[in-house]
């Protein structure tokens, strides 16, 4: 603002400097009018051949002498280009000043501007990476629940000969409190229903083999011949059990699972199940209070500050206007240009009989007029500087910076260390 001020007081100057010169009259005065040639006088004087004979008549004492030519052809009539030369390069002056000052303020503008769009563009990217990060450790999430659901489903109903009904599995997942939504739970229902049916289906299609070969009744020799890689291996390893074990009973053959409940061998597996299904329940209940959730919730709190502060920069950016002063000032040098360059340029060619009385005073109208709008200029100039706000001090590419807390880049690599 400073400077823009000092430019308009350097064009006012300049004009005062020059106003008392230039509005002068054109025309010297009467005593320093151009001087009458006397040889050539005299010589065309001379020249002239007389036809009188006898000593010059007597004139009357208030004639003027014969031979003196008019005062209007002695006098050289004064050439308008020396002035309209001098209006012009006053004019030219003062523009380039004006346009050197107005030059450099949009400079400076377009480069706030051009940074502003620039971290505008950075805080996109940043924005984008954290929003994708979010989403995948939300995917990550599910699946990690939607497993330890499963697993547990999978040990309740392990000793059952069929698949539980999914009202039942729905009423036994309601009493985790796991925090879900009751549509989340009934598609995890669902799911697991259709996986133990898929197994008991699978195994149940190779009960008489099973049957005829005992030596397929190791689960790792007969899932070589029967694979299974659309089912979950565990509900196929819990299928081929039951399978064996209701073989075994109708060929009474003694097996761990034939024995006394109070066995010591059917103790230590209801001990181990028991101690799965407590560790399952636990983690299930402080699933969304573990690291996992944790991390997503984190990365939620990254992906909202950023997303704020990207819309306060695309305000700001939206918002971003040229001062008004600015464009007075623009206004002014095309001004001066036309009233002060190009008119007196156009006037210079003329010869100084054309230059009438009206075209002079045009030229000087011109100049008080572009001494009124240098006025006008650092009235409007000094209002703007007066009415802007503090915050306006600084820059708008600063200001824009300010509300990144942190580099994209290193934003990015600390969400990225959290996510462990």
Not at 132 to 140: A, P, T
Not at 251 to 260: A, D, E, Q, R, Y
Not at 302 to 330: I, K, M, N, Q
């Amino acid at each position: 603002m400073s400077v823009a001020v000092a430019g308009a007081l350097a064009c006012a100057a300049v004009f005062a400097t020059v106003t008392l010169t230039l509005t002068g009259p054109m025309s010297p005065p009467d005593g320093t009018r151009a001087l009458a040639a006397p040889a050539d006088a005299t010589a065309s004087a001379s020249a002239v051949p007389r036809t009188e004979v006898g000593p010059p008549t007597p004139s009357a004492p208030g004639d003027a002498p014969a031979s003196a030519p008019p005062a209007d052809a002695e006098a050289e009539e004064a050439d308008p280009n020396e002035f309209l030369g001098t209006v012009a390069s006053v004019a030219g002056t003062v523009a380039a000043i004006l346009g050197g000052f107005v030059l450099a303020a949009l400079l400076n503008l377009s480069s706030a501007r051009n940074s502003m769009s620039e971290l505008l563009r950075e805080r996109k990217r940043s924005t984008a990476a954290l929003r994708r990060r979010w989403h995948e450790q939300n995917r990550h999430n599910d699946a990690a629940l939607r497993d330890l659901l499963l697993s547990w489903l999978r040990l309740c109903y392990e000793d059952d000969d069929e698949a539980p009904p999914p009202a039942d599995v729905r009423h036994r997942l309601h009493g985790l409190r796991v925090g879900q939504p009751a549509e989340y739970l009934h598609e995890i229902a669902l799911t697991f229903v259709e996986n133990r049916r898929a197994a008991d289906a699978l195994v149940a299609d190779t009960i008489p083999e099973l049957d005829r070969n005992a030596d397929l009744r190791s689960f790792a020799r007969w899932a070589v011949r029967h694979p299974h890689d659309d089912v979950d291996v565990d509900l196929v390893r819990d299928a081929f059990e039951r399978a064996i074990e209701s073989i075994r009973r109708r060929g009474n053959l003694t097996s761990p699972k034939s024995v006394s409940s109070g066995s010591p061998q059917q103790q230590e597996e209801a001990k181990r199940r028991g101690g799965a299904l407590a560790a399952l329940e636990i983690g299930l209940r402080g699933f969304r209070s573990g690291p996992m959730a944790a991390t997503a919730a984190g990365l939620r709190d990254d992906l909202d500050r950023s997303e704020e502060a990207l819309r306060e920069l695309h305000d700001e950016l939206t918002a971003f206007r040229l001062p008004s002063h600015l464009g007075a000032g623009v206004a002014l040098f095309c001004f001066i240009v036309v009233i002060g360059v190009c008119y007196p340029l156009y006037l210079m060619p003329t010869t100084p009989a054309d230059f009438t009385p009206t075209a002079e005073v045009l030229v000087k109208v011109g100049i008080v007029a572009q001494l009124v709008a240098i006025t006008l200029y650092m009235w409007v100039l000094i209002r703007s500087v007066r009415g802007a706000a503090p915050d306006r001090d600084a820059s708008a590419g600063q200001r824009a910076t300010d509300t990144l807390t942190s580099p994209p880049a290193d934003e990015i690599s600390r969400v990225g260390g959290t996510s462990g």
